[in-house]
């Protein structure tokens, strides 16, 4: 059964994007019909989840490498597809637009830094990790450093690295189960853990891959349809990616002729445009250590290495190390456009939809400024008391910019349930994934590998399953006391991650001469380091050094790290010749996997 | 031929070296130095857009997209001369 499945993967989701498109046609006849915007949301969230849940539950399994690395039989072009899911997390679909809106151009250090960590992941990472046969992160860390000290720091980074990240995850998924659903944040937390559950559980990394793909459909189509609608409304043509360049000059003059002053007053929890689109005068440095930290957290965080241990050979990884990054591109390469579009559409005085400029009256009597009001992420205020919306009295939240571009471009409700599903899909696929990377990593390596080596499989994977529940629960009631902003957050676990294991993971491969002192040293001294400067600018009250703020705090803890491994690794013994053969058989595709079918 | 002699394999890793090498380069190039001159660029414009913006908004994506397939092709004709391709 299972390799007629993988045969008939085009024929599979093929028919499941038709069905997808069927049911939206649907929701918009549906609408038509008079249905209330409540149905549409519900349906829409309703109906992908259950297909989901449908998938987690067919790819049920009771088999130690279909849990762990979906029996490495996932082709390329599809674990690209679920890799670009995994990747693309709330951060990504609902944040990052809302981010190159209000914060210019320091913040396209994001965009770039998103992408170009896949071309480290692909000369760096991937292919040697995935003919070392491993089924997590650590795994590799342990056997080739040796040593249950070495595995240890790397379980610990991984977790700590993972679990920030899946608390914003989780935050999304409650945010948008809140507002389509009409239930309290706190529910739709739990709510969205719950469907979560459905797609790992049962399945483990199969379940989740397949979930994986599924999610990519829904999210690429949310986030591709509506704007393309919006650039044919706004007369940009068909794909806005070549031609919204005039939108990009049109802001700059919109910018000179408003100014750019900041509010009379700050509303809590909003914010107006203070940054101007495209300015990147002194702003390079700002940009690149962003990037960097970006590029590299990329390439340390084990939810996206471990995707690439499920493919058939180290070719096969290589190549959907490419594919994955070309169907992320469908969506960063969306993200400015659909950011510069919306701008256009609020500041334009010359179209219907421009909210600056207006009266007052008129701004607070748009059904979508209402609605939005109404939960405390957007304000009009009239500060200056001229009766007319300004630039700075029209307070926005970063993080709604996606999900009110539809209402906000005058697009038909059914397009913001389409969005809602897709925003909820990005969450939850990447929840799926970090979820899965922390209960692996502590049931493989933490409970198999150091407590317990003798533990049969049945055990073994009921303490996965056992262990997926508690972090889930745990991440959920963190996400509740809302602690971060989605995108903070998210730029926490690249540092994170960057500053334990990315030197570590390298010169695992590319330096012979490591020893499992030198990659203890670089782990617990980077992440050390990175850690404590955190504390110091966020909560210390220190004054960042060279402009390095707590977003890429990873720019700190890498160097460290790098001179801690080699300068411990050059003091220590050099690693056995066992080892040293090891890294050897590593460095080419041929053999078997150095790990073996244990 | 999978030919497993210590020189064979000396010489496939040295060119897996050189090519990585060039490809982190490239990858300083676009995702560096570019994005950090988009001052400079940008007096220029590419489709109507500011070139330095453009870099950072679309071209070095793509560029970024080319570099891996064009690795992966270099690196698989490596892997067949020295006969270590699975």
Known sequence: MEGGFTKNLGKVYGLYTIGFLVFFALMALLERMGASPETIGIGFLLFTIGIYA??????????????????????????????????????????????????????LGFIVGWTGGYVLVNSLMAPYLRKFGCYTVPDFIGTRYGGNLARLCAVIVLVVASFT???????????????????PFEVGVYLGLLGIFICSMLGGMRGVTWTQVAQYIVLIIAYLLPLIWMSNKLGYGIIPHFSYGEGVQ???????????????????????????????????????????AMMTGTASLPHILMRYFTTPSVRAARKSVAWSLFFILMLYLSAPALATLTKVNLLDPNLPTSVIGKTIEEVTNIEWVQRWSEVGMLAVADQSGDGIVQLNEFFMRPDIV???????????????????????????STADGLLLAIANALSHDLYYSIIDPKADTRKRLIVARVLLIFIGLAAAFIASLKLTGILGAVAWAFCFANSGLFFPLVLGVWWKRANAAGAVAGMVVGFGVGAWYLYQVFAGGMEPWMGIDHLRFGIIGMPASLIAMIVVSLLTPAPSQEIQDMVDEVRIPTGKTILGSH | MADNSA?????????TRNLTILILVLWAIFGIIIPYNADVLNSMSFLGFPLGYWFCVQGSLIAFVLMIWFQNWRQDTIDDEHGVSE
């Open chain 2, 7 to 15: 020189q064979n394999r000396a010489e496939h890793w040295r060119k």
């Open chain 1, 54 to 107: 449908l998938i987690g539950w067919l790819s049920r399994t009771a088999e130690v490498d279909a849990y762990y690395v979906a029996g490495r039989e996932v082709p390329a072009v599809y674990n690209g597809m679920a890799t670009a899911a995994d990747w693309m997390s709330g951060a990504s679909f609902v944040a990052l637009a809302g981010g190159v809106y209000f914060g210019g151009y320091p913040y």
């Open chain 1, 165 to 183: 990240y899946v608390t914003a995850q989780i935050n999304a998924t409650g945010t948008i189960a809140a507002r389509t659903l009409g239930v």
């Open chain 1, 402 to 428: 996606v999900l009110a571009t539809p209402e906000i471009a005058g697009l038909p409700y059914v397009i913001s349930g389409l969005v809602a599903a897709g925003g909820l899909a990005a969450a939850m």
């Open chain 1, 250 to 292: 049109r802001i700059a003059e919109l910018e000179a002729q408003y100014g750019l002053a900041p509010a009379a007053e700050n509303v809590a929890g909003v914010r107006v445009l203070t940054t101007p689109q495209n300015s990147p005068a002194g702003g390079g440095w700002g940009m690149v250590t962003l990037a960097i």
